[in-house]
């Protein structure tokens, strides 16, 4: 069974900095990663979608790395904004399209 | 191009009524999920469709929650009776049927069950 997690589960940092978030999984057999974000009260925004096959992806301060055969994944954040400030979620998703999340980590960026 | 689409926003019931929640896809997405998210927690995988059959639904608590999905493009999730550790926020989300592609999620309910 795939077990999704993500550390810190909380994080503060002032403006400026720049961080990392971490996600690992259990089972390697994936055929993807996907990290999202989430602002209080709203739905889920794609961020970026790495394939099994990538080892990262890059969508303007934000860059994500896949390490399929050790189970995990980070997402960078470059120069952060106080509008970063949000909860990131990484997903997997295995080979019948089932999508698994980790448990969150929430950010906090201070001005 | 339009995205998820899901109602009600907001539900307030009383416990041991019945709710119901809409989603419709984006176009052409085959595939759609139900996901439940508690307060503080990672959203939960209720039920996956695959056009109208079920993939996945062996986290849906089967004694209250039920899901369809009819002709393969608008899906509907009922609770009925609800329990207080209900509340929670439903999500919904669609993907094209390979499995290299990109989820989409809707904005979500947010369901107060007192």
């Known amino acids: 069974k795939q077990e999704v997690t993500q550390i810190p589960a909380a994080l503060s940092v002032p403006e400026g900095e720049n961080l990392v978030l971490n996600c690992s999984f259990t089972d390697s057999a994936i055929y993807n990663l996907q990290w999202f974000r989430q602002d209080p009260g709203k739905g889920l925004t794609s961020l970026l979608l790495i394939q099994s096959s990538q080892r990262e992806q890059t969508s303007g301060r934000l860059n994500a790395s896949l390490d399929k055969s050790s189970g995990r994944s980070t997402l960078y954040i470059a120069a952060s904004q106080p509008g970063d400030s949000a909860t990131y979620l990484c997903a997997v998703r295995g080979a019948t399209n089932k999508l698994i999340f980790g448990t969150g980590t929430l950010l906090a960026v201070q001005p | 191009e339009a995205g998820v689409a899901q109602s009600p926003r907001y539900k307030i019931i009383e416990k041991r009524q019945s709710v119901a929640f809409w989603c419709n896809p984006i176009?052409?997405?085959?595939?759609l999920y139900w996901y439940q998210q508690i307060l503080g927690q990672g959203p939960k995988l209720l039920i996956q469709?695959?056009?109208?059959?079920?993939?996945?639904d062996s986290q849906l608590p089967k004694d209250r929650f039920s899901a369809e999905r009819l002709k393969g493009v608008d899906s509907t999730l009922k609770i009925q009776p609800a329990k207080l550790e209900d509340s929670a926020v439903y999500l919904c989300a669609s993907s094209l049927v390979p499995a290299g592609t990109e989820a989409f999620f809707g904005q979500g309910t947010r369901l107060t069950v007192v």
């Open positions: 176009s052409g997405h085959a595939t």
């Open positions: 469709f695959q056009n109208n059959g079920v993939v996945d």
